[in-house]
């Protein structure tokens, strides 16, 4: 069974950093592809993140290109996502993710089938 749990979550000031974790269960990170997203109340799910167990790929979103960095830990199964220089617009609940294939799909959510249950971000003064 498959199965991604997401911590490290919570609040933190602008220009802050936080780390978010994803342990994973059922798969190997060697084998897929894994992936965050987010989501704030009344917007769509972005893709922020995502790195290729194909060939160790990354990806970011423009808005966070620069400030986050997407890392594996293989031997532990676990994905992190390093979120530095933070800012009020970076609130949202944040998943990770994966597709049932090696590479990112160009972090539509729509593509992958595995997911987390979030860990809510708030940036805030």
């Known amino acids: 069974q498959l199965q991604l749990v997401e911590s490290g979550g919570g609040l933190v000031q602008p220009g802050g950093s936080l780390r978010l974790s994803c342990a994973v269960s059922?798969?190997?990170?060697?084998?897929?592809?894994i992936g965050w997203f987010r989501q704030a109340p009344g917007k769509e799910r972005e893709g922020v993140s995502c790195?290729?167990?194909?060939?160790?790929?990354?990806y970011y979103s423009e808005s966070v290109k620069g400030r986050f960095t997407i890392s594996r830990d293989v031997a532990k199964n676990t994905a992190y996502l390093q979120m530095n220089s933070l800012k009020p617009d970076d609130t949202a609940v944040y998943y990770c993710?994966?597709?049932?294939?090696?590479?990112?799909?160009?972090?539509?959510?729509?593509?992958?089938?595995?997911w987390g249950q979030g860990t809510q971000v708030t940036v805030s003064s």
């Open positions: 790195v290729s167990s194909l060939d160790g790929n990354t």
């Open positions: 993710a994966a597709p049932p294939a090696q590479t990112c799909e160009r972090l539509q959510a729509a593509l992958y089938d595995y």
């Open positions: 059922g798969f190997s990170l060697d084998n897929h592809a």
